[in-house]
């Protein structure tokens, strides 16, 4: 399986009573599906609040996602999990459901100076349960379970790994990674998540973009990715300063809160989703609200009925 091509990370609409809400996720998830440019899209990942979700939504969220892309894009499932024992029996309701492949997150044990080798442990025990194919989620170094070359270039190894989510937020290590991803011993594509730094980064090398805020600009990240696949930087540059325009609203402090700033500027753009978020997000201030606005209009992003 070779991924390339836009992926957003969609959101999972809520009602005010934190109920999720299934006319509006599908909605959310179709208008990402029939976007020009999308090549697929991942539910269960932080755009979707995977952290408050039961195991029971976590497989609902993932069925109703396969059964509105109806096969028009594979769909990739999110897996996060303490352990391997839990990481496999989320794997196995992912395969149940249809997911086309999974999103593996790093295991939290790396919290608890777990020894190098536990990643990559985490990564093979998931092979020898399921044969979805795997993207490996690569953190940056603040949150302290980052990967060091050597073992992203080990979990590189493992068969089932086809892709890797880059979002080290670190240009250098970046590159770092792109060189590990490009001598693995099978193809690994590496769908970049530098979303605060798009340009540089599809510069350097990447075969797509896998990103929470695909799930409000993914035309625009189409747009990028063609420009730059068509050595074409006037048009890229034009691009990204747009998208530019968005990043300082939505990637601040407190960082985690930029799922629900996505939602706001979705109700904004009047897609029919509700600015409802669960703990431990908040909704956002109406003087952030007012930022939210003005940064859709500074880059022209328009509402759908526009």
């Known amino acids: 399986m070779r991924l390339t091509g836009v992926i957003p990370a969609s959101i999972l609409p809520f009602d005010e009573d934190l109920k999720i809400d299934e006319q509006a996720y599908r ?9 020009e440019g999308v090549a697929g899209i991942t539910c269960n990942g932080h755009a979707g609040e995977v952290t408050s979700l039961t195991r029971a939504e976590r497989r609902w969220a993932l069925a109703v996602a396969v059964e509105t892309a109806g ?15 839990e990481a496999a029996r ?8 249809g997911a086309d492949a999974l999103l593996v997150f790093p295991p939290n044990s790396l919290l608890y100076d777990d020894d190098s080798d536990g990643a990559h442990r985490h990564f093979q025990q998931l092979a020898m349960v399921t044969d979805l194919p795997m993207v490996a989620f690569a953190y940056p170094g603040f949150t302290g379970m980052q990967y060091d070359a050597d073992v992203l270039a080990r979990i590189c190894t493992v068969d089932n790994v086809v892709a890797v989510k880059e979002w080290s ?12 991803v490009r001598s693995a011993p099978h193809h690994v594509s590496l769908l970049t998540s530098f979303s605060t730094h798009l340009l540089p980064a599809l510069a350097v090398g990447a075969d797509g973009i896998l990103s929470g ?24 540059r034009a691009i990204y300063a747009r998208v530019q325009r968005l990043t300082p609203s939505i990637y601040r402090t407190p960082m985690p809160n930029m799922y629900a700033r996505m939602k706001e500027q979705l109700v904004m753009l009047g897609h029919p989703v509700q600015p ?16 939210l606005w003005q940064a859709l209009v500074a880059a022209d992003v328009r509402p759908v009925t526009a």
Not at 276 to 291: G, H, I, W
């Open 276 to 291: 409802y978020v669960r703990s431990p997000l908040r909704r956002v201030s109406s003087e952030e609200r007012e930022q």
């Open 27 to 35: 909605a959310h998830l179709n208008a990402l599906v029939e976007t």
């Open 90 to 97: 989320y794997a196995a309701d992912a395969r149940a459901e």
């Open 71 to 85: 096969g028009r894009v594979p769909v990739i499932c999110g897996v996060y999990a303490d352990d391997e024992r």
């Open 213 to 236: 805020h695909g799930s409000v600009i993914a035309h625009l990240h189409a747009q990028l990715l063609a420009a730059i696949a068509q050595s074409d930087l006037l048009t890229a």
């Open 169 to 180: 937020l670190d240009i250098a290590v970046y590159e770092r990674n792109l060189d590990v």
